[in-house]
């Protein structure tokens, strides 16, 4: 492979966070957000929701798109109580340089100084960011339908006080062609240098010349030819990298330590910011994927699937867990399936979650209902290939450190 396809691959992967969420800021801004200010997602995720791949239907959400080129800005997070909250702050990189709430800052609340890599602050709680481009994420445990209001009420409680500014852009998107996809990532790389910890990595893109003001003009036509084929095989590198998923045991993936935090782990940076955008670090909430045995490790939805938990071996949690099923895309993104019950997924919070007298539980998924007596358990598939994913969130050292194991899902 010539130095100049080299270049063109890694970069592809390198930049493919930054171009998604830029995606995601366009997007947003043109539904109405702006620069520097909560917008809160006032319902639950259901299949009309596509905006981020692999949604929860468990948290309500506020979003915030910050630009701390024109100033620190600060943040207050109400008192949550019991009740899980969390923000994450990713960098331009999708990286979680700090998240704020329940298992770090505590049930009280508070009010932080995000700060950008160039102001000089001192003081008690400043959160500096590694990049002038941040994205905020809050999450809001809601327990069931009867606990929306309440989950609203906490959510209110949100909100940044600061500069908002233009938003950056627009930039091309992750369709795009090769010369208009690297001058938008060079733009984005501009204003958000890496770290100095991604030299290797930056010199062996250096052939591009993405630090040096890109001009897809200079290229010959053979030289071309080069580049559209590491393209093209950065592309095909994080479609099938598998998201969230980790590696395999037993049936499930166990995610990477480097989830969320990615440091030098470009590829799989580049697979989450395509297959799980925005996801927490596992110390946050660990997503573990079902081993199915179709392509892509899906289920066939024709058939009947059990998940069961012995009695003593439910899911260690310090919060809550809960089971998403997704239909699959074509380009390697889930997002719920429309089905009769209204039911995207399934947790120890579910109402009419019932378990067996000898305490064990047993969760019912596939196409068909599993019967009268069951539908209280039962998650709804497609009669086509889904995907599964169990949220566990702040997880107990023992599945945190691998010591707990999953049940594998066995066909009924």
Do not use: C
Not at 26 to 32: E, N, P, V
Not at 39 to 59: E, F, G, I, Y
Not at 326 to 339: I, K, L, P, V
Request: hydrophobic share 40%.
């Amino acid at each position: 492979m010539s130095d100049l396809r080299t270049a063109a691959r890694d970069a592809y992967i390198y930049t493919l966070p930054l171009i998604e969420v830029a995606t995601t800021r366009q997007r947003g801004m043109s539904l109405g957000q702006r620069m520097g200010v909560f917008t809160h997602v006032r319902n639950l995720a259901t299949p009309k929701h596509r905006a981020v791949t692999t949604p929860n239907t468990d948290t309500l959400y506020s979003t915030a798109h910050i630009d701390l080129s024109a100033g620190p800005v600060t943040i207050t997070l109400p008192a949550a109580g019991e009740r899980y909250l969390s923000l994450a702050l990713m960098d331009a990189y999708t990286n979680n340089f700090a998240v704020l709430g329940t298992r770090t800052t505590g049930p009280a609340g508070g009010t932080f100084r995000l700060v950008g890599p160039r102001d000089a602050m001192e003081g008690w709680n400043i959160v500096r960011s590694p990049t002038d481009h941040v994205w905020a994420l809050a999450r809001i445990l809601v327990e069931g339908p009867h606990d929306l209001e309440a989950a609203r009420e906490v959510q209110a409680g949100i909100s940044m006080q600061g500069p908002g500014g233009d938003p950056p852009g627009p930039y091309a998107d992750r369709a795009a062609d090769w010369a208009a996809y690297f001058a938008s990532a060079a733009a984005l790389m501009a204003l958000n240098p890496p770290p100095v910890t991604d030299l290797a990595a930056l010199r062996r893109m250096a052939p591009l010349g993405l630090t040096e003001g890109f001009d897809a003009g200079r290229f010959s036509k053979a030289e071309v030819a080069e580049i559209e084929a590491g393209f093209a095989e950065g592309r095909r590198a994080v479609r099938g990298g598998g998201g969230l998923a980790g590696n395999f045991v037993g049936g499930w993936s166990y995610p990477s330590v480097r989830l969320g935090d990615f440091d030098q782990d470009y590829e799989l940076r580049g697979t989450v910011a395509l297959g799980g955008l925005a996801a927490l670090p596992p110390a946050e909430a660990m997503y573990l994927q079902g081993e199915g045995p179709l392509p892509g490790k899906l289920f066939d939805g024709t058939q009947n699937w059990r998940l069961h938990f012995p009695a003593d071996g439910h899911l260690p949690v310090n919060s809550f867990w809960s089971l998403s099923l997704y239909e699959a895309t074509d380009d390697g993104q889930f997002f719920f399936w429309d089905n009769p019950l209204n039911r995207y997924a399934i947790g120890d919070r579910t109402p009419g979650l019932t378990t067996n007298p000898d305490g064990s539980l047993d969760i019912w998924i596939g196409h068909e209902s599993p019967g009268p007596g069951r539908e209280g358990n039962w998650l709804p598939a497609p009669a086509a290939p889904f995907a599964l994913f169990m949220r566990a969130y702040l997880p107990k050292p023992e599945l945190l450190h691998g010591y707990y194991r999953m049940p594998a899902l066995e066909v009924v």
